[in-house]
């Protein structure tokens, strides 16, 4: 069964570096996103991606942060000039678009556990 | 914040069904009902979802109520690996729009 998956598994960064997490979604799917889950707190929605352009941010997707789709497979989220509090794990998932009506739903890879010294 | 409500855990018997209640009293006509279930650390899991009908997958059944204000979660047959977190968590089926996830219930699986 095809899956997303992401890149690295865990990532150990000195704050206030740029740190580049990366995820290759599913091949047919067009609609991407990238979530956050600081330990032992809720998943938090960060940021969704079709067409080449953000569909939608939450409050915590600030100017700090940013996405991009090199290329036909990769989906990567930038986080730059890291704090101590961006210390999370990081979900990609991806959905595929049926028309404007979609209930499709996504399907997460396994996570990035970002952590900043 | 989620329009989903759950017990904050629940207890199962390995090998009996496992029942995980959700009440969404405020739904809309259009808005679907999704389950994930996240393990340990991973990434959560799609399980299953639907607007009105129930539904069964390989993996569970969807029981949702006629009025939609509640669902059930049914796992027939629960086993330890079965042991999560699970959401439910209600949503337009509308391209791109984000899942806005809850706590959740934590269901412990027992031998």
């Known amino acids: 069964e095809p899956e997303v998956t992401q890149t690295p598994s865990h990532q150990v960064t000195q704050m206030g570096q740029e740190v580049i997490l990366r995820c290759v979604p599913i091949s047919n799917h067009l609609y991407f996103y990238w979530y956050r889950q600081i330990l032992g707190q809720k998943v938090e929605f960060l940021v969704s991606f079709y067409n080449n352009e953000i569909s939608e941010k939450s409050e915590i997707f600030d100017d700090q942060f940013s996405v991009e789709r090199p290329d036909g497979s990769n989906f990567t989220l930038k986080i730059r000039s890291t704090k101590l509090e961006d210390s999370a794990m990081y979900f990609c998932?991806?959905?595929?678009?049926?028309?404007?009506?979609?209930?499709?739903?996504?399907?997460f890879g396994d996570g990035t556990r970002l952590s900043i010294l | 914040d989620a329009k989903t409500t759950q017990p904050p855990s629940m207890d199962c018997a390995e090998g009996r069904a496992a029942n995980l209640p959700c009440n969404h009293s405020t739904i809309s006509g259009n808005e679907y009902v999704y389950w994930y279930r996240q393990i340990h650390s991973q990434g959560p899991q799609y399980i299953i979802h639907?607007?009105?009908n129930n539904e069964t997958n390989e993996m569970a059944s969807l029981i949702i109520t006629e009025d939609r204000k509640s669902s059930t979660l049914i796992l027939p047959h629960a086993t330890l690996r079965d042991t999560a977190v699970y959401y439910c968590i209600v949503r337009l089926g509308n391209y791109g729009q984000n899942f806005v996830f809850g706590p959740g219930t934590r269901l412990s699986v027992l031998p």
């Open positions: 639907g607007l009105k």
């Open positions: 998932a991806s959905s595929e678009w049926l028309g404007l009506h979609s209930n499709q739903p996504q399907h």
